[in-house]
C-alpha cells in the first residue's frame, strides 16, 4: 500500500469522524419584547428571536414596535452586530472549525424608548404642526442644494 493512499484513507475517515459544520447564530431580545426584527433587510420574526448567520462581518439590525394595545410607539433602532469571529473566518481556522462543529452563539439586546410625539401633540398640536413644518422646509433645501449641485448647468434666473 502506497503512503499517499494510507494518508489519504486516514484523512478520509478523521474527516468522517469530525465531520460538523461551524454553525453561527445571534440571538436578539429587547426591552419591551415583541418588537419586529428586520436583518440584513430581510424580516426574521419578532423579539426574542435567533438568527442563523451564514458568514462574519457587520450585520444591520433594525427592530420596530408600535404597541396598539396601549397606544405606545418607539423609537425604531437601527443596530450594526458584528459577528466576526478570527477562529471561523481565517484560513486554515476556519477549516478546522467546519470540521470539528464549532459554534458561534451570540446575543444583541436592544433597551427601545418610547417615543414622546404623543405627549407633544396633547400639550401643544401647533407646536407638533411647526415643529413638523420646521423639518419640511428643511428637507427640502437640503433637497435643493443636492439637486444644484448634482446638476451639469446651473439653472437659469
Known amino acids: ?6 494518508l489519504g484513507v486516514a484523512l478520509a475517515v478523521l474527516s468522517a469522524l469530525l465531520g460538523g459544520c461551524a454553525s453561527r447564530t445571534v ?10 426584527v428586520i436583518f440584513d433587510r430581510r424580516p ?3 423579539t426574542p428571536v435567533t ?9 444591520e439590525v433594525i427592530l420596530l414596535k408600535s404597541d396598539r394595545d396601549t397606544g405606545i410607539s418607539y423609537r425604531p433602532v437601527v443596530a450594526l452586530h458584528d459577528s466576526e469571529n478570527f477562529w471561523l473566518d481565517n484560513f486554515p481556522f476556519d477549516a478546522v472549525a467546519e470540521l470539528s462543529g464549532a459554534e458561534d452563539a451570540r446575543t444583541l439586546h436592544v433597551e427601545l424608548q418610547a417615543s414622546r410625539v404623543t405627549e407633544l401633540y396633547d400639550q401643544d398640536p401647533t407646536a407638533l404642526l411647526q415643529a413638523l413644518q420646521e423639518r419640511a422646509m428643511t428637507l427640502r433645501a437640503r433637497a435643493q442644494a443636492s439637486a444644484l449641485e448634482a446638476s451639469p ?5
Do not use: C, D
Request: proline letters at 12%.
Open 27 to 36: 440571538t436578539i431580545t429587547s426591552e419591551p419584547s415583541g418588537a419586529e
Open 44 to 46: 426574521v420574526g419578532m
Open 153 to 157: 448647468r446651473a439653472p437659469a434666473q
Open 1 to 6: 500500500m502506497r503512503p499517499s493512499f494510507a
Open 51 to 59: 438568527v442563523p448567520i451564514r458568514y462574519g462581518g457587520t450585520h
